[in-house]
Nanobody, 124 residues
Framework: VQLQASGGGLVQAGGSLRLSCATSGRTFANYNAAWFRQAPGKEREFVAAINWSGSRTSYADSVKGRFAISRDNAKNTVFLQMNSLKPEDTAVYYC??????????????????WGQGTLVTVSS
């Protein structure tokens, strides 16, 4: 599975962005997917995950109520809608895909495939 993240950019605090992760290769509907992020000088952290059908989602406490993960298996794409953005949301956002697990993992090691990342900068 190849993943390509896009949609990042510069936005003011309180604004919104929608990230996309386009996939190709194997049948994407067989994979759980997730978004992680890495801020400068910090480790990569979990943001949100979605199961293969889109029926279950999981979020980090820091983004719960502001971000929404979704997917369109017909278009082989995962989305991350980010609202009420804060300066602390500034990071490179990565999408990952996991084919070997049934649960919604918050651990990077469970995701075999990764996109290249897209930069989100939130100004105060």
């Amino acid at each position: 599975v190849q993943l390509q993240a896009s949609g990042g950019g510069l936005v003011q605090a309180g604004g919104s962005l929608r990230l996309s992760c386009a996939t190709s290769g194997r049948t994407f509907a067989n994979y759980n997917a997730a978004w992680f992020r890495q801020a400068p000088g910090k480790e990569r952290e979990f943001v949100a995950a979605i199961n293969w059908s889109g029926s279950r989602t999981s979020y980090a406490d820091s983004v719960k109520g502001r971000f929404a993960i979704s997917r369109d298996n017909a278009k082989n794409t995962v989305f991350l809608q980010m609202n009420s953005l804060k300066p602390e949301d500034t990071a490179v956002y990565y999408c990952g895909a996991a084919g070997g697990i049934l649960w919604l993992s918050k651990f990077m090691s469970d995701y075999e495939y990764w996109g290249q990342g897209t930069l989100v900068t939130v100004s105060s």
